[in-house]
């Protein structure tokens, strides 16, 4: 009656033993390091250069205590934060050369220092919120006007196509603050040009105006069309950041819309501010020109420009004129991957457009075929030709840019063009850094109060219920630990509240002992026999510890569907502590129990308190 079968117990066991597992890397902390990643696609994350790093920190006498490199980036740990700044800039000098675009992002970071075991066997701490690792926080602005005058100078440029295909000649079409101008010599072809643009442009507000031989049409946004513009401004910037802050090697940031034109990002253990800053503010923008090829090719950097057209510096530092004009942005690019010229089998970069880019693409590539085009990257105001490349065929939604040096120069084009870029700057409203000492005293605060809310319970739960009481105590410590396994194994984040959830989960999960307790002893004043009581008690408990923990995690549900930020994260760790307390409760303190009593052949007495259960009669 009170035995479970060997099948239940070795499930008990193997999920200890587990819990126990996943929660030993929480308990070797994390060590200061210097995390590099690539930031340019000249830069390459190998072999060689795990070497260099290497090679330069001994050379220098800079002790490390261990150098991984993954997919994430090389990541070089230091016993102590002194020496971890001093290796910073050693590395940042040696790997980025001075006055120029550095390759490598060299940020100062807090990684895991779990043994390599534990590692393979995919054992891994929980990442830790920025109040706990610390970290930096940033509330960034988006520039709308820049974003709605981005959209404005597209949609010229698709007017200039559209008249064109459409054979409407016009004066001049130009971007006046807010609106676009288009002017016309005549009233026959302004009536032709409106009814090409009525036809093709509905988010637009069209009016006439001027007068004699220089007639108008002004176009306007429509408020449905600039409050799109403005939406999807903002989640094109959220993805961009959040590709971003991977070079940082941050682990579960947060990045989430605040309002209409706000984002939030939040980086727990990043400890370089500046770095951070520099990275997430980067207003990098790709766009497609062509080379001008009317002019004799630029032999030196003071070459003056013919009109219409700028300079601009390939990878390898040759120069070479493109006209200023925009056929494309990277706004239009749907995909890019890496592969092989099916003729030269050289590396190439596949890119995959919208069907305004093919329709744009197409007209341009037929008018242009073997003459060259260039992707050209704009970043802090510097310019970029990332590839030039000559036009074989017309170009449709998918094309190749080929004349790559190596697979990898083509993995890394490719990622950077299906990164995209910032669809408007950005503006720094608010930066706060958290430091690791006040993370490491919080963690401090938050474990005593969780340990001496535990200890409290577990000396009233002995004093009152004896042996039953530690069987108790015993579960209880199973429980935590399986909770805690339990996040790591899902790699969740903690935080303070999560840690508040930890220990109501304390709190919670010995009531339902309390109530087995309770049941037990009821059923001995009855006068049922010890092993009669073990198992009624159990039995009639459960209803009302399921009913319990079930309206508690309703409400744990409802938080975190309707909650954010710490209310989530409070929520997820209440519900996945009413599983663990269900488990630990109902079926791990029942196992102790049958192993103290289940294989007597004769029970006189429970030690579960003062019961007078032995004159009772039934």
Do not use: C
Request: proline share 4%; no cysteine.
């Amino acid at each position: 009656m009170n035995k479970f079968p060997l099948w239940k117990n070795s499930l008990i066991v193997v999920a200890v033993l587990l819990g126990l597992l996943f929660t030993l890397p929480n308990f070797f902390g994390q060590s200061p390091a210097v995390q590099i990643s690539a930031q340019g696609a000249g830069a390459h994350m190998d072999g060689a250069l795990q070497g260099l790093v290497e090679q330069t920190l001994r050379q220098a006498g800079v002790p490390f205590t261990r150098l991984s490199l993954d997919e994430s980036g090389l990541r070089v740990r230091f016993a102590d934060p002194d020496t971890q700044l001093k290796a910073r800039d050693l590395l940042d000098h040696a790997l980025n050369v001075a006055d120029q675009s550095p390759n490598y992002v060299v940020a100062l970071n807090l990684v895991p220092n779990s043994p390599h075991w534990l590692t393979r066997v995919g054992a891994l701490p929980m990442y830790l919120g920025l109040d706990l690792s610390g970290g930096v926080h940033f509330l960034l602005q988006v520039d709308m006007k820049a974003a709605v005058v981005r959209r404005l100078e597209g949609y010229a440029s698709e007017m200039r196509s559209t008249l064109r295909d459409k054979r409407v000649f016009y004066d001049g079409i130009a971007r006046d603050g807010n609106r676009v101008v288009l002017h016309f010599h005549d009233q026959a072809t302004r009536q032709a040009a409106h009814q090409a643009l009525d036809d093709t442009f509905h988010d637009l507000m069209m009016s006439d105006e001027g007068s004699g031989t220089d007639l108008q049409i002004t176009v306007a946004l429509k408020q449905t069309a600039l409050t799109t513009i403005q939406d999807q401004a903002l989640k094109q910037n959220i993805l961009a950041l959040r590709n971003r802050v991977n070079e940082l090697g941050a682990k579960e940031p947060i990045i989430q819309q605040q309002g209409s034109d706000r984002i939030i990002v939040e980086l727990p253990g990043v400890q370089d501010t500046a770095k951070a800053k520099d990275i997430i503010g980067r207003t990098a923008t790709l766009e497609i020109h062509l080379v001008d090829e009317e002019h004799p090719a630029p032999t030196s950097l003071t070459e003056v420009p013919p009109f219409g057209s700028e300079l601009v510096l390939e990878r390898d530092g040759a120069p070479v004129f493109v006209k200023k004009q925009v056929v494309l942005n990277g706004d239009v690019i749907t995909d890019a991957g890496a592969g092989f010229d099916s003729q030269s089998n050289r590396p190439s970069v596949n890119i995959s457009m919208d069907s305004k880019g093919a329709r744009v693409i197409r007209e341009v590539s037929r008018e242009n075929i073997k003459k060259r085009m260039a992707i050209l990257l704009i970043e802090k105001n510097r310019t970029e030709a990332i590839s030039v490349a000559t036009i074989q065929d017309e170009l449709g939604a998918r094309f190749q840019i080929t004349g790559l040096r190596s697979p990898k120069e083509a993995n890394d084009l490719a990622l950077l063009l299906r990164a995209g870029a910032l669809a408007a700057p950005m503006d720094f409203l608010e930066e706060r850094t958290v430091g690791p000492s006040l993370g490491a005293e919080n963690i401090a605060r938050g474990f005593h109060s969780t340990w001496i809310g535990f200890a409290a319970i577990a000396l009233f739960m002995i004093v009152y219920y004896l042996l039953f009481g530690m069987i108790s105590v015993a579960s209880l410590a199973i429980n935590v630990l399986l909770l805690v396994g339990l996040l790591s194994l899902l790699q969740a984040t903690l935080t303070l509240p999560g840690m508040a959830g930890i220990a109501l989960t304390v709190g919670m999960a010995i009531d339902a002992n309390v109530l087995i307790n309770e049941r037990i002893r009821e059923e001995l004043r009855n006068g049922n026999s010890p092993g009669a009581a073990i198992h009624a008690g159990y039995d009639r408990a459960f209803g009302t510890i399921m009913d319990s923990n079930v309206t508690t995690g309703i409400a744990g549900m409802a938080l975190f569907a309707f909650g954010s930020g710490p209310v989530k994260g409070f929520a997820v760790v209440l519900v996945l502590g009413i599983l663990t307390s269900m488990f630990s409760a109902v079926l791990v303190s029942r196992s102790l129990v049958n192993l103290v009593y289940g294989y007597r052949r004769k029970i006189d007495k429970l030690s579960i308190g003062n019961v007078d259960w032995h004159n009772k009669t039934r």
